[in-house]
Nanobody, 123 residues
């Protein structure tokens, strides 16, 4: 059974950076597309970025293009989300999800989820 654990969240000032990690156990990530999602209080979970199983294809929400970068290291069974130029609007709980198949920004397509990591952008 694939298990995902997010880490790297925290409190950061506007304009700052964080790198989130999504570490997998119980199975190799080699055949899974991975997505990063976020959910702010009172809002629906939204897709932030996703990456294909081999890293050859990536997608980003318009709100984070040019600021966030998704990457993966299958040897370490880990996917990363580098976040720069953070804004107040980026505040949310960030989740990673895994899907056997095509990378997508639709959360209802994902089969496995981590517990989330809080990102707070504030002065």
């Amino acid at each position: 059974q694939l298990q995902l654990v997010e880490s790297g969240g925290g409190l950061v000032q506007p304009g700052g950076s964080l790198r989130l990690s999504c570490a997998a156990s119980g199975s190799t990530l080699d055949y899974y597309a991975i997505g990063w999602f976020r959910q702010a209080p009172g809002k629906e979970r939204e897709g932030v970025s996703c990456i294909s199983h081999n890293g050859g294809s990536t997608h980003y929400a318009d709100s984070v293009k040019g600021r966030f970068t998704i990457s993966r290291d299958n040897a370490k069974n880990t996917v990363y989300l580098q976040m720069t130029s953070l804004k107040h609007g980026d505040t949310a709980v960030y989740y990673c999800g895994a899907v056997w198949g095509i990378a997508t920004m639709k959360p209802n397509r994902y089969d496995y989820w981590g517990q989330g990591t809080q990102v707070t952008v504030s002065t």
